[in-house]
């Protein structure tokens, strides 16, 4: 049974461009959730997907925006990066039976830490 | 936003002693959760207590939660240098959301030898 695994682990970007950060989910789960944590904070909810469609969002932004694939991988893009976006991108995928709405198993990858200058 | 606050933001204890953490939140919650996170990386999923239980406990864990006064704990008995880490309560809400999971501002745990 394979981990959630997310990509690149560190990213200095500058101010304006465009990144891109990846995640593949824990082996038979099918939503994935990500999350920002800035330093000394806790993390914070960007969005979630569950069947390759957006299934709840926090207090972000248009510009911070997902995508889930059929294998349940999922991206998470953000444009005109700001320098407060420089924090630790975490990525936790679960397991949501049909009808119920019940997670089992939310595992967190070990994230990507993104540098904004 | 967070969802509440974590007392003590840190904690220095020595090697076999307890450690207690106190979580406060807001609103009316399905389930909490408590993580573990070592030197800013991944989470670790501990325990998960539901709105209905009031202790659970797994190895050296305990948790206690208080739905009238909006409050969690977690113990850890018998600490280890292993234990350093930020320990982190999140709630599930209970409506809407997407089961999100609502961070509080974290525990920061020393155990020295």
């Known amino acids: 049974e394979t981990g959630v695994t997310q990509s690149p682990t560190h990213l200095i970007k500058t101010r304006g461009q465009q990144v891109t950060l990846r995640c593949s989910s824990q082996s038979g789960h099918n939503t994935v959730s990500w999350y920002q944590q800035a330093l000394g904070q806790g993390p914070q909810f960007i969005f979630q997907y569950y069947r390759e469609e957006e299934n709840g969002r926090g207090n972000f932004p248009p510009r911070f925006s997902g995508l889930q694939f059929p294998n349940y991988s999922s991206e998470l893009n953000v444009n005109a990066l700001e320098l407060d976006d420089s924090a630790l991108y975490l990525c936790a995928s679960s397991l949501v039976r049909a009808g119920t709405g019940i997670h089992y198993g939310y595992t967190f990858g070990s994230g990507t830490r993104l540098t904004v200058v | 936003s967070q969802q509440g606050e974590e007392d003590p933001q840190a904690l220095s204890i020595q090697e076999g002693e307890n450690a207690t953490m106190n979580c406060s939140y807001k609103t009316s919650i399905n389930n909490l959760q408590w993580y573990r996170q070592n030197s800013g990386r991944g989470l670790v999923h501990l325990i998960l207590i539901r709105s209905n239980e009031r202790e659970k406990h797994s190895g050296r864990l305990r948790v206690t939660l208080d739905t009238s006064k909006k409050s969690s704990s977690l113990l850890i008995t018998a600490s280890r240098a292993a234990d350093t880490a930020s320990y982190f309560c999140?709630?599930?809400?209970?409506?809407?959301?997407?089961?999100?999971?609502?961070f509080g501002t974290g525990t920061q745990l020393k155990v020295e030898l």
């Open positions: 999140a709630t599930v809400g209970l409506t809407g959301g997407g089961n999100k999971l609502t």
